[in-house]
């Protein structure tokens, strides 16, 4: 991977971190957080400039919520840069193929049946493979490898999986508030609990879907050709399929229905450095886990003290950036 | 020694019967061109080679059945060019190159110096050096069919099979192709196994032609053993004159008389 790239990846997360730290209702400043998180380096002697109050804010209320931006974040735009790079349309997308609506529907369950919190993730990760396996049949018996065919699957297995999801939350009036906030995306934690759970997955589904970034590149050159090169296809695209949903699904247990990152950011990087998987999954991680932090910035302070769900923002910036890549699209049709 | 012996040799697809009892042998460093009409299983059989058809009796690869063989074993063996590659627009040739390597790597493996030497050689062997960066979706019909042999010889094996490697590119850009391959063998000892349709071609590079038809091998020998314009008659039904050169055999095909009735 060009070495300057993996530069300006890891800067902008910085900055997106420092940024994500350090504004809000308290202005706390990106320096003055900077020196704090320096102060509790060991060795480095430096004082931290925050006080009691300010830390307390830093530390349970922010951070937890900008490191749970940074998993979802880069959740979603690795699972949708291996979803495009597995299904081969540049136009898949978690909340294309109907992995999101099925999560969705997963975890209102849960919550309308108050079952255990910790299911969450389970529940949506069922849907999500529900959903995602009907869409990709769907497209299949419908359109075989058009681009066109896939995508349109998707959009009527997520809307028929909505639906179910709507009927369940209208039925359980108590908890449709619970329901109705989650759905529409928020980064909202009560202190690092959430972020604790997403950890193994995101980590694990990271990990599987990182490890495959060389074979992606195979699998462009079409089923046929990837297996006359020796790669055992049908096991790749599982595993793939399998880690992406996975990932999705716990993104969307903890924050709800954000949509968009998947394509946005897989296709910004391609603009930058290529198509190669090897280097555009790695940096749709990073890129995704900054850009999040800062949608989500401008969610809670663009009508603060009021705040906007993220799944808002990144649909705001996603749907006219689908747009332009529709356009660009040269594969679409059957 | 024998590269590639089939053995009674019978494939069905969806019931069909497409190759029924083929024997041939293709010896090490031959080229050995497969004709026959449309539908006669010459892709098929260059399928049943690379392992990727089910089929009953044998197919043997330096000795060893193919159907037994693990599928990085054989890619590492035999480099196939499909009759129409599939290649993705916004792909770098270098990159293109560079999956030729994959048998090469284990499953997990990164890319390392060595694939991209391997790689960047492939690419100046097919005089592509200076299009290493370009993408697949600006190349002419005739730069895309070296890119696709570049991932070939990036694969470093020994059996090259072609399944209509000229058949979309102008005659220029033909005679450049095939003689590359026809060089590539020369330098590295290549076994080649190619289906072509164009009978000239196929009589100008192979050393030797297997002629199928409706499944069946129904002649073999030297291109001008097999390209006789009986031969051709009967299983193409096409009416030829066939020429001897220096080079190997010429078949040209000609009208069998003119309608009287059309003005001139």
Do not use: C
Request: hydrophobic letters at 50%.
């Amino acid at each position: 991977m060009p070495v300057r790239w993996a530069a300006a990846a890891l800067a902008f997360l910085l900055l997106a971190t420092l940024l994500g730290l350090g504004l809000g209702p308290v202005g706390l400043g990106a320096g003055r957080v900077a020196r704090d998180v320096l102060s509790h380096v060991p060795f480095l002697h430096i004082s931290s400039p925050l006080n009691g109050t300010e830390d307390a804010i830093l530390w349970q209320l922010r951070a937890p919520r900008v490191v749970l931006g940074l998993l979802v974040g880069a959740m979603l735009a690795s699972a949708g840069a291996a979803y495009q790079g597995v299904f081969r349309n540049p136009l898949a997308d978690p909340y294309l193929l109907g992995a999101a609506a099925g999560a969705g529907l997963g975890a209102t369950l849960v919550i309308a049946y108050g079952a255990a919190d910790d299911l969450r993730p389970v529940a949506a990760f069922a849907g999500a493979t529900v959903g995602v396996g009907a869409a990709y049949a769907l497209g299949r018996s419908v359109g075989g490898r058009s681009t066109a065919a896939l995508v349109l699957a998707g959009v009527t297995v997520a809307s028929f999986l909505t639906a179910i999801q709507t009927f369940v939350q209208q039925r359980h009036a108590d908890s449709v508030q619970e329901v109705y906030a989650w759905i529409l995306g928020q980064l909202d934690t009560s202190g690092w609990t959430e972020v604790l759970i997403a950890v193994p997955y995101v980590a694990f589904s990271a990990g599987v879907l990182l490890l495959h970034r060389r074979l992606l590149d195979v699998l462009a050159v079409g089923d046929e050709e990837a297996s006359s090169l020796g790669v055992p296809v049908a096991r790749v695209r599982f595993l793939v399929v399998a880690a992406a949903t996975l990932g999705t699904a716990a993104a969307v247990a903890l924050s709800g229905l954000i949509g968009f990152v998947g394509i946005i950011v897989p296709h910004a990087v391609r603009l930058l450095v290529g198509t190669s998987y090897r280097v555009v999954l790695p940096l749709s991680l990073v890129f995704g886990a900054g850009f999040l932090v800062l949608a989500d910035l401008i969610a809670r302070t663009v009508i603060s003290p009021a705040e906007l769900p993220i799944g808002v923002v990144t649909a705001f910036f996603g749907a006219p950036f689908f747009a332009v890549v529709l356009r660009t699209t040269r594969t679409v049709g059957p | 020694m024998t590269a590639v012996a089939f053995d009674r040799v019978s494939v069905t697809l969806e019931d069909a019967r497409v190759v029924e009892h083929v024997d041939l042998a293709v010896e090490d460093g031959e080229w050995l061109g497969l004709i026959g009409p449309n539908g006669a299983g010459k892709t098929t059989l260059l399928r049943a080679v690379a392992g990727m058809v089910a089929y009953d009796g044998s197919v043997r690869l330096w000795g060893e059945e193919v159907g037994a063989l693990p599928r990085r074993q054989i890619a590492r063996r035999i480099a196939l060019v499909p009759q129409v590659p599939l290649m993705p627009d916004e792909m770098t040739v270098l990159e293109y190159a560079l999956l030729g390597r994959t048998p090469h790597l284990s499953y997990a493996a990164k890319v390392g110096e060595a694939d991209l030497d391997a790689a960047r050689n492939a690419l100046g062997r097919l005089e592509l050096t200076g299009f290493a960066q370009r993408r697949l979706g600006s190349l002419s019909g005739g730069e895309r069919q070296r890119a696709v042999l570049a991932r070939a010889i990036a694969q470093d094996a020994s059996l090259l099979l072609l399944d209509e490697p000229t058949s979309a590119l102008d005659v220029g850009a033909q005679q450049q192709v095939l003689e590359l391959v026809s060089s590539l063998r020369a330098q590295s000892g290549l076994t080649v196994l190619s289906a072509m349709h164009d009978l000239t071609l196929a009589g100008q590079y192979a050393d030797r032609l297997v002629l199928v038809d409706r499944g069946r091998h129904v002649a073999s020998g030297t291109p001008a053993e097999v390209l006789t314009e009986e031969l051709v008659a009967r299983h193409y039904g096409a009416s030829v004159r066939v020429l001897n050169g220096e080079t190997g055999v010429a078949v040209v095909p000609l009208r069998r008389s003119r309608p009287a009735d059309v003005e001139d």
